[in-house]
């Protein structure tokens, strides 16, 4: 088992940066596979980046591509994602999982899955 909680969420003005972190307890981390999703309201939850357990490989979608940076500290058991040049389409729930994989974008192949982050990008 693998327990991940989010934070660095809050409300933030177009143009501005957060940076999120995910905190991860129990398995040894280096072992897992880390992805950052989102959910809008009123929309399906989407692939936001993704990146191997050495932090060697990473994904984004093409919406966040140069603006978004996925990365990992092993020995802090930590996962980041900053993100610059924020629009009021990135607001939504941010959501980070984890997978026995390398490294995929498929959400079905994550296999734990924090709480959840609200980030809300004002206009």
């Known amino acids: 088992q693998v327990q991940l909680v989010e934070s660095g969420g809050g409300l933030v003005q177009a143009g501005g940066s957060l940076r999120l972190s995910c905190a991860a307890s129990g398995r040894a981390f280096s072992n897992y596979g880390m992805g950052w999703f989102r959910q809008a309201p009123g929309k399906e939850r989407e692939f936001v980046a993704a990146?191997?357990?050495?932090?060697?490989?990473?994904y984004y979608t093409d919406s966040v591509k140069d603006r978004f940076t996925i990365s990992r500290t092993n020995a802090k058991n930590t996962l980041y994602l900053q993100m610059n040049s924020l629009k009021p389409e990135d607001t939504a729930v941010y959501y980070c999982a984890a997978t026995i994989r390398s490294i995929t974008i498929r959400e079905h192949q994550y296999d734990y899955w924090g709480q959840g982050t609200q980030v809300t990008v004002s206009s």
């Open positions: 990146i191997s357990w050495s932090g060697g490989r990473t």
